[in-house]
């Protein structure tokens, strides 16, 4: 039995990181582990330009601890709305610090409501990011209310991205935060240059986890956890070798009060123990051998960005999850707190 197993150091594909003092209890968590993180701009206001990615990174830089300074980078990306000027995504491009731009459906998740409310309003942009070869990440959910909420990916499958990837042949997409079968087949038989991000969450539990003995807010994200057959097909998916699937988080942290209360935000909080987590999916699968690609591989040559040099190491040692942690005045719930994993990350 494999008793450590050291990688390359990951990359996370797709991070909240909230800002101000949210953003400093967060940051470290994530930095320890990862070299590099694709940034989400769902904030309030959302991240819009270039002006506003580049003052945003380095807010978040001047929040890394003395320790970490040197051994993280976040990649930014611009939040995609009905009125994105085209301008701005050549400006984008040339910056350096804009890796991507983000589709959010008006009203699909947290902080979603300046989203995209029609898509053909975007094709200008679209077109544009194409030519520039920048990458778009999509939320790939519909949100007509005539949808059940199981099925809102399958719909924006056939609504949204198919179209998509017809009228665009050439841009580049990242289907962030896959939760179901369907979208897992399309990925894999599009001959389109579309990928996909997989979080530890969605990998190890199924929609049972939110109704287990009543109702588990601390397990509601959006996309919402799916039937175990979607599990097992997302688990295939990233032990499968397919350079198309690989590591995104999606963490978000949300305090206490905003998840525990009538109308509770969706989102899974994993960035405290996010490599231990994909570690214990794959360990279950049979497939540590296949953690490096998925976690460290993929999503670098999918953005077109060297493989990172640095290593970290991963004992079996078994652990107890933190039942909270500081997060600016208020708590924190992580995913499996108070319960025990079996991998650490080494010092």
Request: glycine residues 4%; neutral net charge.
């Amino acid at each position: 039995m494999l008793t450590s197993i050291t990688i390359t150091r990951p990359d996370d594909w797709h991070l909240h990181l909230r800002d101000g003092e949210q953003m400093r209890a967060v940051l470290p968590h994530t930095a320890r582990q990862f070299a590099r993180a694709i940034v989400m701009p769902n904030l309030r206001p959302p991240v819009v330009s270039v002006a506003q990615a580049s003052a945003y990174r380095q807010r978040i830089l001047s929040a890394l601890p003395a320790a970490l300074k040197n051994q993280f980078e976040p990649l930014m990306t611009l939040y995609l709305t009905d009125n994105t000027p085209v301008a701005e995504i050549v400006r984008a491009k040339e910056s350096g610090v804009v890796h991507a731009v983000k589709l959010y459906p008006a009203g699909a998740t947290t902080n979603s409501d300046a989203g995209v409310t029609d898509i053909m309003k975007c094709y200008a942009v679209l077109e544009m990011m194409e030519a520039q070869d920048l990458p778009l990440l999509l939320h790939g959910e519909v949100t007509d209310s005539a949808v059940d909420v199981f099925d809102r990916e399958k719909v924006f499958i056939d609504r949204v991205l198919l179209p998509l990837t017809q009228r665009f042949p050439h841009l580049r997409m990242v289907f962030e935060h896959v939760t179901t079968r369907d979208a897992v087949q399309f990925v894999k038989e599009s001959s389109h240059p579309i990928a996909a991000t997989i979080t530890a969450h969605h990998l190890l539990l199924n929609r049972n986890a939110i109704f287990q003995g009543g109702i588990r807010p601390h397990h509601y994200c959006l996309p919402v956890l799916k039937r175990e057959i979607h599990r097992k097909a997302l688990l295939d998916a990233a032990i499968s070798g397919n350079p198309k699937f690989f590591l995104g988080t999606d963490s978000a942290p949300h305090s206490l009060s905003s998840k525990e209360n009538a109308c509770g935000c969706a989102g899974i909080y994993t960035a405290h123990a996010a490599i231990e987590f994909y570690a214990t999916a794959f360990e279950q699968a049979g497939a540590l051998d296949r953690l490096e690609p998925f976690a460290s591989f993929h999503g670098a040559d999918f953005y077109r960005l060297p493989r990172n040099q640095g290593t970290i190491t991963l004992n079996k040692e078994t652990w107890t999850v933190p039942q909270h942690f500081d997060f600016a005045d208020e708590r924190l719930i992580p995913l499996y707190a108070g319960n025990a994993l079996t991998w650490k990350m080494a010092s």
